[in-house]
Each structure stands twice: as structure tokens, then as C-alpha cells.
């Protein structure tokens, strides 16, 4: 079966830097479209930044742009999230997620087709 899993979440303070990984198996990774999702305490999950299959086109969320970047292995099967200059609000669990097709529909959870289970990030000022 297919299964995204997420590390490299932790403790970091505002201006920090994280990077998370999330190794995929059980689909053919290099056809799929992969996102990064985060849902924050008391709030809904949002988009954070996705990737198409051979890493031609990215798209990212308005608050991220700028500070986080995207980029896959496509021989590794592994999606990375490269988290700088980091804030309080960046605060979340943030969530690997993958799809076929690229298109509009990218900002939107409901267009994913695999999750992994998460890996929290906290970010104090």
C-alpha cells in the first residue's frame, strides 16, 4: 500500500531553519504531483506548497514564498520542504501529500489522493 512518511519536524526558534523530508513507497513516485499541507492549532489544514512530477513547476502559499522551497528526488522517492527564516505563525503539523495531474486544484486538500501522518514544527519567538 502507498505510504508517505514525514521527518525532520522539532523545536526551532523564529529565523531558524528546518528542513522535513518525506519518503514515499507503494506508488510510482516520479508521476506524482507532491504537496506539503500544515494545519496549525484551532485552525484549518492549508496549502503550503506542491511540486509537479519532475519538479518543472512549484507553486507555494502567499506566506511561505520566498522562505520555503520545495524540491524532489526522484530516484530516492523522497519530497523535501526547506523551512528558513521561520516564524511563530509557521507554527503546525505540517503533512506530506501526493496526487496525479497538476492543475488549480492543487491549493486544495481535497485533490490529494495519499497523506502521511504528519510531523509537527514549533517555531517560539
Known amino acids: 500500500q502507498v505510504q508517505l512518511a514525514e521527518s525532520g519536524g522539532g523545536l526551532v526558534q523564529a529565523g531558524g531553519s528546518l528542513r522535513l523530508s518525506c519518503a514515499a513507497s507503494?506508488?510510482?513516485?516520479?508521476?506524482?504531483?507532491m504537496g506539503w499541507f500544515r494545519q496549525a492549532p484551532g485552525k484549518e489544514r492549508e496549502f503550503v506548497a506542491a511540486?509537479?512530477?519532475?519538479?518543472?513547476?512549484?507553486d507555494y502559499t502567499n506566506s511561505v514564498k520566498g522562505r520555503f522551497t520545495i524540491s524532489r528526488d526522484n530516484a530516492k522517492n523522497v519530497v523535501y520542504l526547506q523551512m528558513n527564516s521561520l516564524k511563530p505563525e509557521d507554527t503546525a503539523v505540517y503533512y506530506c501529500?501526493?496526487?496525479?495531474?497538476?492543475?488549480?486544484?492543487?491549493?486544495?486538500?481535497?485533490?490529494?489522493?495519499?497523506w502521511g501522518q504528519g510531523t509537527k514544527v514549533t517555531v517560539s519567538s
Open positions: 501529500t501526493g496526487r496525479t495531474g497538476y492543475g488549480a486544484s492543487v491549493y486544495r486538500d481535497t485533490a490529494y489522493d495519499y
Open positions: 507503494g506508488l510510482t513516485f516520479s508521476s506524482y504531483t
Open positions: 511540486i509537479s512530477w519532475n519538479g518543472g513547476r512549484t
